[in-house]
């Protein structure tokens, strides 16, 4: 039997898409005899070239700042783990939380946020830029393998889960798959939770790879509760343990203490809630979540890291270098369109309005598609006499 045999009936089967909403791929295709449909997803997404990219792109510090910092590519994989675990424990559809948590970043630009915020400070005349609408559009358009049809042809349950972010504006351009932002109902629990899932897996590499780059201290930490008294059981458990082995042992409480958390509480609002199918999940309010005194602990946890990691001296260094690699670099394109590579002069760039505005989507949807030493190299090819 397959795996979604032993689902809960609130669990998304691919095998009887919702009701509610427009369900299963935008391009019909048969079903397969030895996969789901979810499992088809994640396979597409892990043979996608924008998954390979993501090994190249910054989760916090540059891909050659060091060879043991997360990447997008790793953290994908860490939310992927953490999502299956609690979604098991739910009797929720780990396939299709594996897919959305390893599609959930493939729009991210090079250099992690900053990308993001400078890419959309250049598209604000031309319908701004999101980097979950950008997943969205890598799966629904610019991923390039079937002779039928743009895209991945990827499962609504899927793409819902990937667009966890939406402006009405945007919402209404999206149809069906963004109907939620618009109706103010509910994407599936296995969207929920792999929303959840992210911030489980962020929150705990980002103090691994802040300790290791040395930005942040033991003692800095220890400013927080929730970080202080795990580390006292660490402590308590192995008297004098230091060094890497006391961090990883701190760290791997922490998640433990949030996904357990995460699947109490959820637990006890689902059974309340008692939702007998998908479609009455999303009538419901959100269900997947972190208890109240949990919920205070991972914020100011988050709180921390904001103030001390990535508001450090030597991140925003890197953030104001990398703000200019690509501001010149849509700058440049935007002036001398010529300069695109070949493959994207035929492209339409779907933007709204005039061709001004087709011609930023391509260039955005280039750079977005970068990796970092992509971006770099490209920049020094465009700007330096010496390069070619």
Avoid: W
Avoid at 16 to 24: I, K, L, M, Q
Avoid at 142 to 165: C, D, P, V
Avoid at 262 to 273: F, P, W
Avoid at 300 to 311: D, H, V
């Amino acid at each position: 039997m397959l795996p979604e045999d032993y689902l809960a009936p609130y669990a998304a089967h691919s095998s009887s898409a919702s009701t509610a909403v427009g369900g299963g791929r935008r391009y019909p295709e048969a079903a397969h005899s030895s996969r789901s449909q979810f499992q088809r997803d994640r396979d597409r997404i892990i043979h996608s070239s924008a998954f390979r990219r993501l090994e190249y792109k910054t989760q916090v510090f540059l891909n050659h700042e060091g060879d043991l910092f997360r990447t997008r590519l790793t953290h994908s994989l860490e939310v992927a783990q953490v999502g299956r675990s609690i979604a098991r424990n739910l009797r929720l559809n780990e396939d299709l939380v594996e897919a959305i948590a390893l599609a959930h970043d493939l729009g991210h630009t090079p250099f992690g946020h900053v990308g993001q915020d400078v890419l959309n400070e250049c598209m604000r005349d031309h319908g701004g830029f999101e980097h979950n609408l950008q997943s969205l559009r890598v799966v629904d358009e610019l991923e390039e393998h079937y002779g039928a049809y743009n895209g991945l042809n990827l499962m609504f349950e899927t793409r819902e889960g990937i667009l966890k972010h939406c402006s009405l504006p945007n919402a209404r351009l999206l149809g069906p798959v963004a109907i939620r932002f618009i109706e103010r109902t509910q994407p599936s629990l296995e969207a929920q939770l792999t929303n959840l899932a992210d911030e489980i897996a962020y929150n705990s590499h980002d103090i691994d790879d802040g300790l290791r780059s040395g930005l942040i201290t033991i003692d800095q930490l220890q400013q927080v509760d929730f970080f202080a008294r795990l580390y006292r059981d660490v402590q308590q458990a192995f008297p004098g343990l230091t060094g890497r082995r006391a961090i990883y042992e701190t760290l791997r409480r922490l998640i433990t203490a949030l996904a357990d958390d995460l699947i109490v509480t959820s637990g006890a609002l689902i059974a309340d809630a008692a939702p007998r199918s998908l479609d009455e999940v999303r009538l419901a309010p959100p269900l997947i979540r972190f208890s109240d005194p949990m919920r205070k602990e991972a914020t100011e946890l988050k709180r921390f890291l904001r103030e001390n990691l990535y508001r450090h001296y030597k991140v925003n260094r890197m953030r104001v270098k990398a703000s200019r690699i690509v501001r010149e670099l849509f700058d440049a394109f935007m002036a001398e369109p010529v300069l695109l590579p070949p493959d994207y002069h035929h492209k339409s760039g779907d933007g709204d309005g005039d061709g001004g505005s087709r011609q930023a989507r391509k260039i955005a949807d280039y750079i977005a598609g970068m990796t970092d030493r992509y971006a770099i190299r490209e920049h020094r090819r465009l700007f330096s006499l010496d390069e070619l």
